[in-house]
């Protein structure tokens, strides 16, 4: 058990779920412009259920069982594709540092990679297809190669507006055919915002 590993990551979790609440409208107006205008209801939903559960999470032994124990409200409340595919994100992680006791930045990076390598197992998209993917692939490789925080996020912001050239292969976005050229994925536009999120922690 790792009392301040647990509190930490409870203080990082609070903060990214208030980064969801606050891009709410943001997201859904862009899932509304390429998809059907939920993403930011979905995501929201989601995180108020995370800010609701941080008593039980805070009794959470290790950063593995409170990932696993956010991956487990992450399905059971968030919809539409956004839900499985974030849950299986975050339980790859808490599989990745199963028995780590005071995981440090390079266990982190690599528990990232793994929940995204889960991520696209399970959705099947690769970089390019117009999806978070876009957003996550470039994120995890910066981690991987032991880039600080603030370049991870540079990166998913990157990838993020990228998906903005490109139209989608997969998901709702692809009926939308080239009326989606201009305006970027909200999934991976959510990523981004999620990794600057990370990024803030402690410089305010
Ligand atoms: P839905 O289209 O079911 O309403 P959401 O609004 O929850 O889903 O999420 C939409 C986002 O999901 C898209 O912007 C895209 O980033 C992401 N997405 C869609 N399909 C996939 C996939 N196969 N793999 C990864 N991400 C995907
Ligand atoms: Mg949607
Ligand atoms: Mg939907």
Do not use: C, K
Request: hydrophobic fraction near 50%; avoid cysteine; charged fraction near 20%.
């Amino acid at each position: 058990t790792d009392p301040a590993a647990v509190a930490a990551l409870d203080q990082v979790a609070a903060r990214l779920a208030r980064v969801l609440i606050d891009a709410e409208e943001e997201l859904t107006a862009l899932d509304r412009r390429v998809g059907d205008g939920d993403l930011g209801i979905n995501l929201a939903r989601g995180a108020r259920a995370v800010l609701d559960a941080r008593a039980h999470l805070q009794a959470e032994s290790d950063a593995s069982g409170y990932l696993r124990a956010v991956s487990q409200l992450v399905r059971h409340h968030v919809g539409g594709t956004s839900g499985p595919l974030y849950s299986i994100l975050l339980l790859g992680m808490a599989e990745s540092l199963e028995g780590a006791a005071s995981p440090g930045a390079d266990a982190w990076a690599g528990a990232f990679a793994a929940g995204v390598s889960r991520l696209r197992d399970i959705g099947g998209a690769a970089p390019g297809d117009r999806t978070m993917v876009d957003a996550l692939v470039p994120a995890a490789d910066a981690a991987t190669a032991g880039h600080e925080i603030r370049d991870i996020a540079a990166a998913a912001r990157t990838g993020a507006e990228g998906t903005a050239a490109i139209s989608a292969n997969l998901g709702r976005s692809s009926y939308v055919g080239d009326r989606v050229i201009g305006t970027p994925d909200p999934g991976a536009i959510a990523v981004a915002a999620l990794l600057e999120g990370l990024a803030a922690v402690g410089t305010d």
